[in-house]
């Protein structure tokens, strides 16, 4: 009895702490937890975001249907560089001839993304008097690391590229060419859309060979740069824009779903888990007020989870939450279901709720995994408002099982330890 | 109704739910097939295929009641709905009106109703009136596509790791048929098909699956302890003991679900719709076709 009064406190301590953390948010000195309404980035078909209108800077004399399959490349590379910088849940679409609209969800320093967006991206390797050794085409790929790469054994963030079967010929031709000069001006710069970003010395000694490599490294030093080395990696891999885009305006846009969209689905969401819950007692009784309370522990701390996350959060991110909650309950009724039938055969009510939840486990857990095997391939192979979906899905499922397989089981014990065991409590 | 529910063999009368199923599915799955051909039945929104951007401005804030009633006066005059009407400008004065393509002298049939009704300037002109393209690229489609049918294939592979292989095929024939009547609706209610179909489609593949993975487990804990009784009476005792399960869930699912579809706008409805025709089919497959069709895969293979 005394152990079960424990639990019971120790239970609602957990609950109010989450939902605390869930409203205000919650400073813990190592880690910091942003409330949810700070934390969860809201979509742009929910609640609006910001509007970049690119206009192309099409050269004279380019035809039409060039400028039509370069815009269309453009835009595909435009959602992936929106990946990349993790605004997955953005459009982009092409209006009028020349110019391309991209709507991001409100970010906090929306010219920012205008700039990283826009970015032409050409990187190419010039010599000391500005001549291109080799641009973005010759290179194949380009990742992020941060590790020593050199002698001194100092970590590094830098970017390693690496050359198509062209790209690592020209470098070697052009390591001999910038090696073997005599004005002294034995290095080579690293040019990203005009701007030097590194300037790496040829040794002497490649004056006759060049080097022979198929990839190189641009080092970008300290701790500071990480963001940017990992910015670089993924505008170099994404590929270069075929056009230089300007910028022609920003401005908000509005809730593409209609203003009074996340009202209304909020509420609809409350609603339809306060009738979940009044089912939930009409059917189970006592065990129907323990997936209750499991059922709002799980919310808040989905939420938190959220939160941490950062995850935007749009229509599919809504469904993949209806989708994790529809499961939480099912969880919920699987066992009980299993308790009633053992009850019916006159078994006590101890061994009822063990066996309840032993035979339940390989179908919650088969189904969880299933769902689990397809949340996992959809955030790896999918784009855009997948991910959102994926991103929801993966954290629900995960979280639910845990809560609804361990919580549940625990409160039920306690239920029973504090002294609740008339059968007609769980509707036997 | 509950008793009869009661007494049905549901393997035996395989016929008369198999049945009812071809006609769920007949609509989409003959829109699928014709699209192949060129032939198209669905409603595409203009995420899919593009369409037209019209921006005026109101000189005024523009609330939800402004933009529903730009709304209909764009279906009054073009005879479109358009697939959105929102609020844009940095003090919100203006509406922005997307629909599938319109010819320009629509657009300006279209401003001077809304000009019109609104009593703005003369002077006026649209701030924007141009054509836009998908936002839904080839790639996004792609990659939906290839990401889904690798998430089957893994499913099935865990499926048959933990049941077997023929199980495995049933389960997810069970939920193409729920995908295909969620299809059904598309081109029945012609919804707008846009970019939350894909969240409804991926939302019912994972209801379905769970679903289906219930009544499985079930037979498979029955044919261990039966070892002697015919496999298709396994499965239709397994499939009564799990109805009390599937119908509360089912009812549990559809609480928020439905709720949306009564409380929430017309875009958030159309999201709703083919989410519970999904989660209503993921309860007809899971106990009407899965298992049924898991005992005749069983049968073919004896025989």
Redesign the interface.
């Given at each position: 009895m005394k152990k079960s009064v424990i639990t019971l406190v120790v239970v609602l301590a957990v609950l109010a702490l989450f939902v605390a953390a869930a409203l205000t948010g919650l400073n813990l000195g190592f880690a910091k937890v942003d409330s949810v309404k700070d934390g969860i980035v809201l979509g742009l078909?929910l609640v609006?975001g910001s509007?970049i209108t690119y206009e192309a800077q099409i050269p004279d004399g380019t035809s039409a249907e060039a400028v039509s399959t370069g815009m269309?490349s453009a835009?595909?590379m435009l959602?992936q560089r929106l990946d990349n910088l993790g605004y997955t849940e953005a459009?982009?679409?092409?209006?009028?001839e020349k110019?391309i609209?991209v709507e991001i969800p409100n970010v906090d320093n929306p010219e920012d993304a205008v700039q990283k967006l826009g970015t032409t991206a050409v990187v190419q390797f010039q010599d000391a008097d500005g001549n291109v050794l080799l641009d973005g085409s010759d290179i194949k790929s380009a990742s992020y690391k941060y590790s020593a790469v050199d002698e001194t054994g100092v970590a590094q963030h830098h970017v390693v590229l690496e050359f198509t079967d062209t790209g690592k010929q020209k470098f070697t031709d052009g390591t001999k060419a910038v090696a073997s000069r005599t004005d002294g001006k034995n290095y080579l710069s690293i040019v990203m859309d005009g701007n030097v970003i590194s300037s790496p010395t040829v040794d002497t000694k490649y004056a006759s060979t060049g080097i022979d490599s198929a990839t190189a490294i641009i080092t970008l030093g300290n701790q500071k740069n990480a963001e940017y080395a990992k910015y670089l990696a993924n505008i170099i891999s994404a590929g270069q824009l075929p056009f230089t885009l300007s910028n022609v305006k920003l401005?908000?846009?509005?809730?593409?779903?209609?203003?009074?969209?996340l009202d209304?689905?909020l509420?609809?969401?409350l609603?339809?888990?306060i009738?979940?819950c009044i089912?939930?007692i009409c059917?189970y009784r006592v065990m129907g007020v323990i997936s209750c309370v499991a059922l709002c522990i799980y919310t808040a701390v989905f939420a938190v989870f959220l939160s941490i996350f950062h995850i935007n959060l749009s229509?599919?991110g809504i469904?993949?939450i209806?989708?994790t909650?529809?499961?939480a309950?099912?969880a919920n009724?699987?066992i009980y279901?299993r308790i009633k039938?053992e009850l019916r055969l006159g078994k006590t009510l101890r061994y009822a709720i063990d066996s309840g939840y032993h035979?339940a486990i390989?179908?919650i857990v088969?189904?969880n995994?299933?769902?689990i095997?397809?949340?996992v391939?959809?955030w790896?192979?999918?784009?855009?408002?997948?991910l959102s979906?994926a991103k929801t899905?993966l954290i629900g499922v995960i979280l639910s099982m845990i809560i609804m397989l361990i919580f549940t089981k625990l409160l039920l014990k306690t239920a029973v330890g504090l002294k609740i065991t008339n059968l007609k409590a769980y509707c036997a | 109704m509950v008793k009869k529910l009661r007494a049905f063999n549901f393997v035996k009368g395989y016929k008369i739910t198999f049945t009812i199923a071809a006609v769920f599915i007949a609509a989409g799955l003959i829109g699928l097939i014709l699209s192949i051909f060129g032939v198209n039945m669905f409603n595409f929104d203009i995420d899919f295929v593009g369409g037209t951007t019209m921006q005026f401005e109101m000189h005024q804030t523009v609330t939800s009641a402004i933009s529903s009633d730009v709304a209909k006066i764009t279906k009054d005059t073009s005879g479109i709905a358009p697939s959105s009407v929102t609020k844009a400008g940095d003090s919100g004065t203006q509406v922005v009106i997307r629909t599938k393509e319109l010819d320009s002298e629509t657009r300006d049939k279209v401003f001077a109703a809304v000009k019109a009704a609104y009593k703005l300037p003369d002077t006026d002109t649209p701030i924007k009136s141009d054509y836009v393209s998908a936002s839904v690229g080839n790639d996004l489609k792609k990659s939906a596509v290839v990401a889904s049918l690798l998430a089957v294939l893994l499913i099935l592979v865990y499926i048959t790791i933990r049941f077997e292989f023929r199980s495995g095929v049933a389960a997810v024939c069970a939920l193409l048929h729920d995908l295909l009547t969620m299809l059904s609706m598309y081109v029945i209610f012609r919804i707008p098909f846009n970019m939350n179909f894909i969240a409804a489609a991926l939302t019912i593949l994972g209801y379905s699956i769970n679903a289906t993975i219930v009544v499985f487990d079930r037979v498979r804990e029955n044919k261990k302890l039966n070892p002697k009784t015919p496999f298709g009476d396994v499965v239709n005792m397994s499939i009564h003991q799990t109805m009390s399960r599937s119908i509360n869930t089912t009812l549990t699912t559809l609480f928020p679900i439905v709720l949306l579809l009564i409380l929430g706008v017309s875009s958030i409805r159309n999201f709703a719709i083919p989410v519970t025709v999904g989660v209503i089919c993921g309860c007809f497959s899971s106990v009407c076709i899965s298992g049924p069709l898991w005992t005749m895969m069983e049968a073919k293979k004896k025989a």
């Open positions: 078909d609006g509007e269309e835009q595909a959602r459009n982009v679409y092409l209006s009028g110019r609209v401005e908000a846009v509005g809730a593409s779903l209609g203003e009074r969209s209304t689905s509420l609809a969401g609603i339809g888990l009738l979940v089912f939930m059917m229509l599919p469904a993949g209806i989708l909650i529809g499961m309950v099912d009724v699987i279901e039938e035979n390989s179908a088969d189904s995994i299933t769902t095997i397809a949340a391939v959809l790896w192979q999918g784009t855009g408002t997948i979906f899905l | -």
